[in-house]
């Protein structure tokens, strides 16, 4: 069965800073990976996903991911990070074409961006 | 084009009391599958429907269940509430439940159990 890891379930950065939040998968079948958020009170929204075209994936909000087989890694990134990406940010992983839609989610990364 | 609308978005039950909540997909869409996210636990998969046949189960009692009507709707059910069923539920639609499809979510029905 597939599987995701979150490192860190609270990061922090300053406005304007880097953001990076590290996703890492298992999958005995070639993955396809998602990246959503949540905020307050509502739904997930996708941000991202990889589906084998390219290893580089871009996003909205200027997000993008980058699929590293070797490392069986999906890490989230946004070059400078804007008050209102604070949210909660999960990763996602497909379980097969033979399961249909079904997704296992991380445990989800809180993104707070101080003044 | 309206998104994936869930019905009612609060709910308080007791225990030992059913209820049922309303996924309506987006326009076109054919899968519908439902997620429970509690704070413990996570987002966890309940399951899948397409063209009104379950097609995926998660780890779930019997006590959760669900169907899809002909207009691709969904409602899922849950028997004799449990303090542990009180989560967020959340809807997904995609287009044919492909697994490279995107999902869309619905805003959730966050459910209390007394």
């Known amino acids: 069965a597939q599987s995701v890891t979150q490192l860190g379930s609270h990061v922090s950065v300053s406005e304007g800073a880097l953001v990076l939040l590290r996703c890492n998968y298992s999958s005995s079948v070639p993955p396809y990976l998602f990246w959503y958020v949540q905020y307050p009170n509502q739904g997930l929204q996708l941000l991202l996903k990889y589906t084998s075209a390219a290893t580089l994936v871009k996003g909205i909000n200027g997000f993008e991911a980058e699929f590293k087989k070797s490392e069986t890694s999906f890490h989230l990134t946004k070059p400078s990070a804007h008050m209102s990406d604070a949210a909660e940010y999960f990763c996602?992983?497909?379980?097969?074409?033979?399961?249909?839609?079904?997704?296992?989610f991380g445990e989800g990364t809180q993104l707070t961006v101080n003044p | 084009k309206a998104g994936v609308t869930q019905t009612p978005r609060y709910l308080i039950k007791t225990r030992g009391q059913q209820v049922t909540l309303s996924c309506s997909p987006i326009?076109?869409?054919?899968?519908v599958s439902w997620y429970q996210q509690t704070p413990g636990q996570g987002l966890q998969f309940l399951f899948e429907y397409f063209s009104e046949t379950q097609r995926n189960k998660g780890n779930f009692p019997g006590r959760f269940s669900g169907r899809q009507f002909s207009n691709s709707r969904s409602e899922m059910n849950v028997s004799t509430l449990e303090l542990g069923d009180s989560a967020l539920y959340l809807c997904?639609?995609?287009?044919?439940?492909?697994?490279?499809?995107?999902?869309?979510f619905g805003p959730g029905t966050r459910l209390t159990v007394l």
């Open positions: 997904a639609s995609s287009i044919s439940g492909r697994a490279l499809d995107t999902q869309y």
């Open positions: 996602a992983v497909s379980e097969g074409e033979t399961s249909g839609s079904r997704l296992t």
């Open positions: 326009s076109g869409h054919r899968s």
